[in-house]
């Protein structure tokens, strides 16, 4: 996919770029308190979405109490669905929660009780009181192998020595930007290289190792 290839490039930054604003209050909750309505199920459901795939999905969001809409993706990035990495949270746990063993293809309609959303705090930027419950209604595109996979991690490592050098992540990042074809300034992959070990070089050995990369425990690494 076209879009996967443009997104690729900032696959390796760190979540937080990506992340939705305003996580939920309250500590965990069990995931039957996401009600879900399947509204259509395709004859081809696969591959099923898990923790730490790349989704791509339109959703609009509504309140519960009066049903007025929050929130329209298609009219948001010019009508372009969401990228988002799942069940790591990029959105509100409540939709971490409810897209889970989603497959391409399937619409469905989730209500999201206050402490898996905003919680009692609210998102006032996003026109949503304090304890309120959120209906989502979903559509989802596609299930992709997230930035973390097990594939990208090997992809990067050239070698095949079980960690990221400087020179590998370097190389792998001016072959992103030249596949995206977008105009960045000069300094950009110095600073986006240097940003990642920053951030992903724990131990401040000059490499990033599997487990400091893989973020999401695959066990295959």
């Known amino acids: 996919r076209s879009d996967m290839g443009r997104g690729l490039s900032l696959l390796l930054l760190p979540l937080a770029l990506l992340a939705a604003p305003a996580r939920a209050e309250g500590g965990t909750a069990a ?6 309505e399947v509204l259509h199920l395709p004859e081809a ?11 791509n999905a339109h959703y609009d969001g509504f309140l519960a109490s009066d049903g007025s809409k929050f929130y329209c993706s298609r009219t948001q990035n010019e009508g372009h669905p969401k990228w988002f990495v799942l069940g790591v949270g990029q959105v509100i746990k409540g939709l971490d ?40 209604e979903i559509e989802l595109y596609a299930v992709n192998k997230g930035p ?28 992103e930007f030249a596949r995206d074809g977008k105009k960045r300034h000069p300094s950009a992959h110095d600073e986006i290289l240097a940003d990642i070990f920053k951030k992903n070089d724990h131990d401040g050995d000059g490499f990033i190792s599997a487990k400091e990369y893989n973020v999401y425990q695959h066990d295959e690494l």
């Open 97 to 136: 929660i409810a897209m889970m063993n989603m497959c391409p293809g399937e619409k469905r309609k989730v209500t999201i009780p206050p402490s898996l959303a905003y919680g009692q705090q609210g998102y006032a930027q996003g026109k949503i009181p304090p304890n309120a419950t959120l209906i989502f």
């Open 31 to 36: 995931a039957e308190e996401v009600q879900i």
């Open 148 to 175: 973390r996979s097990v594939e990208a991690f090997n992809q990067i490592d050239r070698d095949g020595d079980k960690k990221l050098s400087e020179l590998e992540i370097s190389q792998y990042l001016k072959e």
């Open 45 to 55: 459901c696969s591959p099923k979405s898990k923790k730490g795939d790349l989704l």
